[in-house]
Nanobody
Framework: QVQLVESGGGLVQPGGSLRLSCAAS????????MGWYRQAPGKQLELIAR???????NYADSVRGRFTVSRDSAKSTVYLQMNSLKPEDTAVYSC???????????????WGQGTQVTVSS
């Protein structure tokens, strides 16, 4: 059984910062890609940041220069540091990891429970 647990969301004023964390636990053999998605009301799910097992990082244009994704592979954890937050960053943020569970031969996607980030004065 593999589980992802997120933390760090909340309410912040425009220009402020938040740090999200997502920790995986359970019978994990290997974790490859880790990423963060968000979904605002009435909008599609958006991939905003992804970090590969080798450290390759990709950002959506909407967050590049303001958000930083990082990972601690020893802790099976991915982080999202969000700076210079804007009202349009308001959304439910979810982490995703491609995990090969122990006893399995292929990876599958696992998702966190989602955490609300609200940027408002």
């Amino acid at each position: 059984q593999v589980q992802l647990v997120e933390s760090g969301g909340g309410l912040v004023q425009p220009g402020g910062s938040l740090r999200l964390s997502c920790a995986a636990s359970g019978s994990i053999e290997r974790i490859s890609n880790m990423g963060w998605y968000r979904q605002a009301p009435g909008k599609q799910l958006e991939l905003i940041a992804r970090i590969g097992s080798g450290g390759t990082i990709n950002y959506a244009d909407s967050v590049r220069g303001r958000f930083t994704v990082s990972r601690d592979s020893a802790k099976s954890t991915v982080y999202l540091q969000m700076n210079s937050l804007k009202p349009e960053d308001t959304a439910v943020y979810s982490c995703m990891m491609m995990i090969t569970a122990q006893g399995r031969f292929s990876a599958q996607d696992y998702w966190g429970q989602g955490t609300q980030v609200t940027v408002s004065s």
